[in-house]
């Protein structure tokens, strides 16, 4: 099975026994869990309702939260390598990157930096004011 994680959903192909079809799960903003299922069936092929309760949801809503649930772990997973000393033009990048990913997928930025290098949220905030002092991160809307 191939499995391709976006911003905004989880798309599913290669499924065995189910070649040709595409199967995609849609996330909302920061959630865990979907929000909405597609099935693209193969041109000619009629997608019944025998066909699509034949479908073997538990196994794709499984990999479709596993594939949600990496992307998350791989972007905020704590990294041994902490902040270079004196913080420093690529370290503020860093930030910048874990900042905007966190937005786009609705979780509280500051947490996902602090989770990130596994630091106080008070340092993640710090790291998120450089940034935007050295044009990083846009400065915030009020």
Do not use: C
Not at 16 to 42: D, I, L, M, Q, W
Not at 101 to 118: D, F, K, L, N, Y
């Amino acid at each position: 099975m191939k499995v391709t994680a976006t911003a905004n959903g989880v798309t599913l192909t290669e499924l065995p026994g189910y070649e040709g079809y595409e199967f995609v799960f849609g996330f909302s903003t920061g959630a865990a869990r979907p929000s909405g299922f597609f099935v693209h069936a193969p041109d000619g092929t009629p997608l019944t309702a025998t066909a699509i309760r034949r479908l073997p949801l538990d196994r794709l809503l499984k990999a479709a939260a596993e594939a949600r649930a990496e992307e998350t772990r791989a972007r905020v997973e704590p990294s041994a390598a902490g902040r270079p000393y004196g913080g420093g033009e690529e370290h503020a990048a860093q930030v910048a990157e874990v900042y905007r990913w966190a937005v786009e997928h609705g979780m509280p930025p500051r947490r996902a930096i602090a989770t990130r290098w596994a630091r106080s949220e008070a340092t993640a905030g710090r790291w998120i004011a450089e940034a935007r002092r050295k044009g990083l991160i846009p400065a915030r809307e009020r």
